[in-house]
């Protein structure tokens, strides 16, 4: 008797721990399905990025605006029943990870677009923080599917110095035209102005549960297709308006010989494409700098080629793996800015801050991403910028872009077509441009074999390094506050590779920022091996890139600069040294950025 009362007491406590496990499924699917997660949890805390991974299919569908079209981003995801129970892991815990890994649930990003709000400003902004557009009511979304056709007539993109006066008037025509519409409608000059600034000053949150992490698409993957979908939208715009559906916006070619000048219809006081806010000083004859910074003594022109052909070279050639020429990863629940891609700083920032005028806060218009696209010569520098990330996958037989990671290609944003559609589009959609019905004019590429030499024979190197590995410790502390110049013993994890694995692997050096002002004009520039005391320009092989932050907004942030140095090592004879010497040279903004490290990497190309 007592034997069967000890069996039904054991049954009793097992059915206890059988009906409390059933109740809390119970609980846990019963608010989950009623409450968006973003109802419990707002903070990108652990338990959120759970939430976030368990049941993102639910809130997708509860918060994406309506859409006339199926989107299959936004199709429910069913995920593993044991996901729930998996250890609650931080999404701050958790390195982003490539498309090879078993995912569940995408984590593309996408803003959310029917609560944009004001943008985070620099101090002394010359305009109000309202850069959201106008959104139709009742709101209507529809996807991206204006694709050309097979055998339709491709516009072709032509550099600005080689078209003629009939076409560029049709350019001005079309921005004339722009300006003069009303202030409300999408298609304003000023309203495709208040596109980009409100992608780039944080106008649009993530979607929950991580609507407090505010979208930048500087600094990241995301710098390049964006811009992409952003001028192909404006063109087919100006296209329409026109009358003109082949035309096609003409590129600044300032990485050739013959385009280094700003185009002269662009300095004409007369044209719609004339700004008042640029620097009078840069006006033709004058040669760009794409390594331009603020008070920078003028050099020969004929020297300043030299440099800005040498700069290209470093900047595309050497830049040869995804991360260190696109930028950083950027998935749904990441901070912003992880990791700054070696066009988008220079010469993409320093071409923004050579035309903007040096005497405003922000160097106003084009020297700061809230007001940029408010000078015309935007359009045309960022025609450039799409053409040179064509120019780059295709260089060395065929460069590997971010193409094989899901997130990446199922990554949105939202722009109004020519017939006041808000149009949503997707990263994927994007990478042949034939595809969306334009192509670029074939030109010489002058800076494709304008290797660098060095400025210093081997032995004047090694004695330099030998001397200050001697002296001094080379052990640095971080952080390490840029103030000054300052020079560091980096380890190479492997010396003397093969040529085999030089071709599987790029040896990168990686600089970790931590502390960066972002309402200051920052610009570091980056030597190996060099004589700190001596430093060399930027048309020899020991000055290897340069970091370059413009103004645009007033947060600290932390992201990452890295730059391909196989090629460095070689140029430099330093293939068998363990170690090597970075030097970091604040040119601007000393004391305004920190750094939490420095290493090298190798990184698959």
Request: aromatic share 12%; glycine share 4%; hydrophobic share 35%.
């Amino acid at each position: 008797m007592n034997e069967n009362r000890e069996n039904l007491k054991k049954m009793s406590n097992f059915s206890r721990v059988l009906f409390a496990f059933s109740a809390l499924i119970i609980v846990l699917f019963f608010l989950t399905t009623t409450f968006p997660t973003s109802f419990f949890f707002t903070n990108t805390n652990s338990f959120s990025h759970f939430l976030a991974t368990t049941f993102q299919a639910k809130n997708n569908t509860n918060n994406s605006p309506s859409s006339s079209s199926n989107d299959q981003t936004h199709q429910p995801i069913l995920s593993h029943w044991r996901n729930p129970f998996i250890a609650f892991k931080g999404i701050n815990d958790i390195s982003p990870s490539p498309a090879s890994t078993n995912q569940t649930v995408s984590r593309a990003i996408s803003p959310d677009v029917a609560n944009c709000g004001p943008v985070e400003l620099p101090p002394g902004a010359i305009t109000e923080p309202f850069c959201c557009p106008v959104l139709p009511s009742p709101l209507k979304i529809i996807d991206f599917n204006d694709f050309a056709k097979p055998n339709a007539t491709l516009r072709v993109r032509k550099p600005i110095h080689m078209v003629d006066d009939e076409y560029m008037a049709k350019l001005e025509k079309g921005i004339a035209i722009m300006k003069s519409l009303p202030p409300h409608d999408p298609r304003n000059f000023i309203e495709q102005a208040k596109v980009h600034c409100a992608y780039c000053n944080g106008g649009y949150p993530q979607k929950p549960p991580f609507q407090n992490l505010k979208i930048d698409i500087h600094r990241s993957w995301l710098f390049y297709p964006f811009h992409r979908w952003y001028i192909y939208f404006f063109e087919k715009i100006l296209g329409s308006l026109i009358g003109d559906p082949d035309f096609a916006v003409p590129y600044w070619s300032w990485d050739s010989i013959e385009g280094m000048q700003m185009p002269k219809h662009f300095a004409n006081p007369n044209s719609s494409l004339f700004h008042d806010l640029r620097d009078p000083n840069h006006y033709p004859p004058y040669i760009v700098d794409l390594n331009f910074v603020v008070g920078a003594e003028s050099t020969t022109q004929d020297k300043q080629i030299g440099y800005n052909l040498a700069f290209m070279y470093k900047q595309m050639v050497l830049a040869n793996t995804k991360e260190v020429f696109m930028g950083g990863v950027y998935r749904h629940g990441d901070q912003a800015q992880p990791a700054i891609g070696s066009v988008e700083q220079a010469p993409h920032n320093t071409v923004h801050k050579w035309v903007g005028r040096a005497d405003l806060p922000s160097q106003e218009d084009m020297g700061t991403f809230y007001t940029a696209a408010r000078d015309p010569i935007f359009y045309p520098h960022h025609t450039n910028i799409d053409r040179l990330w064509g120019i780059w996958t295709s260089l060395d037989g065929g460069r590997q872009d971010y193409r094989d990671d899901q997130d990446w290609l199922d990554s949105e944003f939202y722009f109004y077509d020519e017939n006041l559609n808000l149009v949503r589009v997707r990263i994927g959609d994007s990478l042949d441009t034939k595809r969306l019905g334009y192509v670029y004019e074939e030109t010489e590429i002058p800076w494709l074999h304008a290797v660098p030499e060095p400025s210093r024979t081997k032995l004047e190197r090694q004695a330099k390094k030998v001397s200050f590995l001697a002296s001094q410790n080379p052990i640095t502390k971080f952080p390490l506050v840029l103030d000054s110049k300052v020079s560091v013993a980096v380890n190479r994890p492997k010396k003397l590779r093969s040529k085999l694995d030089k071709e599987r692997e790029e040896e990168v050096l990686v600089i970790e920022i931590v502390d960066l002002h972002s309402d200051k004009d920052v610009k570091v520039d980056i030597h190996v091996d060099d004589d700190e005391e001596m430093l060399s320009g930027p048309d020899k092989a020991e000055f290897v890139g340069t970091f370059t932050s413009v103004p645009h907004g007033r947060h600290k942030s932390k992201t990452k600069y890295m730059v391909a140095i196989s090629k460095v090592l070689e140029n430099l004879e330093a293939e068998e040294d363990e170690i090597i010497v970075v030097t970091l040279a604040p040119i601007v903004g000393k004391g305004m950025v920190s750094i939490g490290s420095i290493k090298i990497e190798y990184i698959p190309k």
